[in-house]
Every structure is written in structure tokens, then in C-alpha cells.
């Protein structure tokens, strides 16, 4: 059945409310931004997903329950906490502080 008829129609609120459409959640846009890095083979973006996708998933193993937004929010803030500190305390340092630094920008 073609709902594209109702866009016209409703607003993407309305639409959603109805049951019609959905948001996707922050999962399903990592899920998707990580398949279109496999696509266009962007290995910097392909590896910065794939740590947030296995940082979520982790959690959610040691919760043992999907996790909320807001609990995803605050493991994805952790990663980029952890990835600031040694920015800023190595400066130019080691090879591997180079590597993160390109995947933060």
C-alpha cells in the first residue's frame, strides 16, 4: 500500500502521531550512516561508527536491556570525552593520537 498520497496531506508530526511513519532512533542512524561509509568506503568514518555501534552495544550487554536514548546520549558523550583528553594533554604526540585527532574532525 503507497502512503505517499497522506504527505501532502499531514505534516510529518501528524503522520508520526498516526502511526504512519516513525523516527528513526539514534541506533538506526548510526546503522545507517555506517552502511553508507561501507558504500562509499570511507574507513575513517567506517571505524569512528563502528567504535560508537560496539560502545552502545557494550553497555547494553552490561545493562543487560536496551538502552534509552538519553543512557545512548551520555555513552556517546563518553566517547568523545575520552577522545578529547588525550588530545589536548599530548599535543602532538604519539602516532595514534594523529589517528584521532582525523576522526574527530
Known sequence: MCLLWLIPLYSQKELESRGIIR??????????????????????RLSVLRMMKSAVKNKEIEKMKALEESELLAVLFTLVKQRKTPLSSFGEGPAGVGRQRGSRD
Open 23 to 44: 523516527k528513526m532512533t539514534l541506533q538506526e542512524k548510526i546503522q545507517s550512516h555506517l552502511t553508507d561509509a561501507m558504500r562509499s568506503k570511507d574507513q575513517l
